[in-house]
């Protein structure tokens, strides 16, 4: 063997020694344990129950409507009825606080207690307007009768109640409905208060919300010959000039 030939087949063999002796740079490694980098909190158990849990989480996560927030709940007939009449119970002291729940609980604003009362029909009356409007907003019969045979209408004008008649009026109540006693609006407005200032402006909203002061009363009275018989010359020459 030649001098070149020695030393060419040493080169060659300390080439293959180097290669066997250290990992190629590309070869994998043992991995030391830790989250995937695809994990993301939702996929935790205790994240997946928060989702879940929250109101109005859609299945992605993202919020989304409450299916419970548009409607009230499905009562049973047992407890419907006595929702009713705590609503009715809590209209009847005013209180908006306890109406506002009791409806969004399931109450009913047309539901009547024995004495035809119900929780938008006694608002009307007395005059509770944050009450009323709530019993407005939740569905109330605007063309609902109490043990009369009147709307809501009919004792607010006779109390003098000028906003509510103005809401009332708004919300669609019939004005020319007549109750078993023979009396439009306008007729128990006139008939069965003072005349002051409060009926003069119940008349005047009637008057342009098209009630009629020709229809009569028992006694074949027009709204303009009871107002010049008990002299309220205001409220009769609201009529004349209407």
């Known amino acids: 063997m030649t001098t070149s030939s020695v030393v060419g087949a040493g080169l060659l063999m300390m080439g293959l020694l180097a290669g066997c002796g250290s990992p190629s740079p590309a070869s994998p490694g043992p991995s030391s344990p830790g989250p995937s980098s695809t ?4 996929s935790s158990p205790a994240a997946t129950s928060q989702v879940a849990s929250s109101p109005g989480a859609s299945s992605s996560g ?26 009715i119970l809590a209209a009847k002291a005013n209180d908006p606080v306890r109406v506002r729940e009791l409806i969004a609980a399931g ?24 009450v009323l ?50 009396w439009t ?9 003072n005349g002051g200032p409060n009926q003069q402006d119940v008349v005047r909203q009637l008057l342009s919300a098209g009630a009629d002061p020709d229809i009569r009363d028992p006694q074949g009275r027009t709204a303009l010959q009871n107002a010049e018989r008990l002299g309220f010359t205001e409220i009769a020459a609201l009529i004349r000039n209407r």
């Open 185 to 193: 609006a306008m007729q128990e407005a006139i008939l069965l208060n």
């Open 107 to 130: 109450g009913n604003v047309n539901a009547k207690d024995d004495i035809q009362d119900s929780a938008f029909l006694y608002a009307g009356a007395e005059g509770f307007n944050e």
């Open 39 to 42: 994990t993301t909190a939702s």
């Open 62 to 87: 993202s919020p989304g409507p409450s299916s419970s927030a548009s409607k009230p709940p499905t009562l049973s007939p047992e407890a419907q009825l006595e929702t009713d009449r705590l609503l």
């Open 133 to 182: 409007q709530l019993t407005l907003a939740a569905g109330a019969d605007v063309a609902s009768i109490n043990r009369y045979g009147g709307t809501a209408l009919i004792p607010a004008s006779e109390h003098g109640h000028t906003e509510t008649v103005r809401i009332l009026i708004a919300a669609g109540v019939p004005v020319n409905h007549v109750n078993n006693l023979g």
